[in-house]
């Protein structure tokens, strides 16, 4: 069954530094999420990301943040500057639509942690 | 703007027993609700979704919830109990609200299920 990868599952960075996850979404998927838990809250919507461009962001998704597909495969999420409080596990997720009743495919998460 | 609210972070059952876990939801539009298991390690995975079709939703697993709109919840239940159910659920919701139908979910703080042989 198809599956949506990430990578790295586990970073360390220290503060400062700039960070890229990187998801490979369902191949036939045209939406494409992140989303990041802190420990102990919510999981909590990042960006949403469709024909090469934003289509709905957070307030959390401030200029520190960018997302990219680079390729036919990748969907990337930049960190420019990490901050302690970056310290989450980030979801990718995809859908084939952006259609409300569409089920999103979460990838197993990037567990990052600044230092 | 939609919220979900997820009733006791922790709940411990008896393997065969009743699993009842809560959910109730804000959202001034008509929701579309799901409901995600994480096992340790692993990413969200879809365990049953309500799309107005129908008010008591069968997903995977033998877990099923029913819509009321006059409580505002989505509970998911289980008849019984099984080890391998222990794991971390979370309800989450999604609308129009705003026009956009880009998806965005809007989860609950997650409850986490332990099963005692």
């Known amino acids: 069954e198809p599956e949506v990868t990430q990578t790295p599952s586990h970073q360390v960075t220290q503060m400062g530094q700039e960070v890229i996850l990187r998801c490979v979404p369902i191949s036939n998927h045209l939406y494409f999420y992140w989303y990041r838990q802190i420990l102990g809250q919510k999981v909590e919507f990042l960006v949403s990301f469709y024909n090469n461009e934003i289509s709905e962001k957070s307030e959390i998704f401030d200029d520190q943040f960018s997302v990219e597909r680079p390729d036919g495969s990748n969907f990337t999420l930049k960190i420019r500057s990490t901050k302690l409080e970056d310290s989450a596990m980030y979801f990718c997720a995809s859908t084939m639509t952006g259609g409300l009743v569409e089920t999103q495919y979460f990838g197993p998460g990037t567990r990052l942690l600044v230092l | 703007a939609q919220s979900v609210t997820q009733l006791g972070s922790h709940v411990s059952v008896s393997e065969g027993a009743l699993v009842l876990l809560r959910c109730n939801y804000s959202?001034?539009?008509?929701?579309?609700l799901f409901w995600y298991v994480q096992y340790p390690n692993q990413g969200l995975q879809l365990l049953l979704k309500y799309t107005s079709a129908a008010t008591l939703v069968k997903g995977i697993n033998g877990f099923e919830a029913e819509f009321k709109k006059s409580e505002t919840s989505f509970h998911l239940t289980k008849p019984s109990a099984h080890m391998s159910d222990a794991a971390e659920y979370f309800c989450?919701?999604?609308?129009?609200?705003?026009?956009?139908?880009?998806?965005?979910?809007?989860f609950g703080q997650g409850t986490i299920l332990t099963v005692h042989p």
């Open positions: 959202s001034s539009v008509p929701p579309y």
């Open positions: 989450a919701v999604r609308t129009n609200a705003g026009g956009t139908s880009y998806g965005k979910l809007t």
